[in-house]
């Protein structure tokens, strides 16, 4: 029970990968928070869930990723229910495929507000404190496109290889007070939300299942293998940890060997 009177707040975590590591860290004795959309029935069985599975207490906060002053009061809200905020998962995310001269300038902009600039507001927040305790970790969920690229996803592409930046720097500034920031950067991750997406797929592109799983969803990953919410969440408990003090400022690929090529 390693993150016993710990706690995290996890963004984006009412379902997918966020859930997964907010679960993963409760496992492990940590106090959680976890936020995001979603239906408010299926949110509370989330929450309940967590605190009924692991004995530890979970709260729910209905900040807006797009709204700095929700960010911050999230954060605030969490410090003052359990003293501290050590452990930061910047996991919210959204994207929009479009060729970029057709691009939405409203999707543009919300998909930098959520996958980018909701980081910064929510590190900015909790900092203080974790310099304060002279212990903190910041886990930011990249993608392996915070590495490479891929046509028609130049928001969310921005986005992530700024959350790479963002990551080091944050690093840089408080190597010497206890604290690391690290980003995890996956591949193509097994969750209902590419589940729903492969009928679509196979319609549009007269393809089998098999086809679209292999062909369209795997073609980067050599391992033609989904990476699953379980192995991230595995990841950000190890980055969590005492036993992961050193390693700071590092963009982890967990892809297969997709970014290998």
């Known amino acids: 029970m390693e993150f016993t009177n710990k706690t995290a707040v996890v963004t984006g975590s009412t379902s997918g990968i966020g859930l997964a590591i907010a679960r993963e860290l409760a496992s492990k004795g940590a106090n959680v928070v976890i936020n995001g959309l979603g239906d ?11 605190a009924k599975d692991f004995g ?11 709204v700095p002053e929700q960010i911050r009061k999230m954060i605030g809200d969490a410090v003052a229910k359990f003293g501290s905020v050590d452990i930061l998962v910047n996991n919210a995310g959204i994207q929009h495929v479009c060729p970029i001269d057709e691009f939405p300038e409203d999707k543009f902009d919300a998909i930098i507000a959520i996958n980018l600039v909701s980081a910064f507001h ?12 002279h212990w903190g970790r910041i886990i930011n969920v990249a993608s392996a496109h915070a590495l490479v690229a891929s046509p028609y996803k130049s928001a969310y592409v ?4 700024g959350i790479a930046g963002l990551t080091k720097t944050i690093a840089l500034e408080v190597a ?18 590419v589940q729903k ?10 393809l089998t299942e098999e086809q679209v799983i292999n062909d369209v969803l795997l073609a980067a990953q050599p391992t ?22 050193p390693v700071t400022g590092t963009v982890i690929p967990i892809d297969g060997g997709w970014t290998a090529h």
């Open 122 to 133: 929510a590190t900015k927040a909790a900092l203080p404190g974790m310099k304060a305790k």
């Open 224 to 245: 033609k293998k989904f990476v699953t919410m379980e192995e991230v969440a595995a990841m950000a408990s190890y980055l969590a940890s005492n036993a992961a003090a």
């Open 176 to 193: 010497e007070q206890g604290i690391t920031a690290n980003a995890i950067c996956p591949g193509y991750v097994w969750t209902p939300l």
């Open 158 to 161: 921005a986005a992530k290889h």
């Open 56 to 66: 530890v207490q979970c709260t729910y906060s209905d900040a807006n990723m797009m």
């Open 197 to 206: 997406q492969i009928p679509d797929t196979m319609k549009s592109r007269h």
């Open 40 to 50: 408010a029935g299926e949110i509370e069985a989330a929450r309940a869930g967590i």
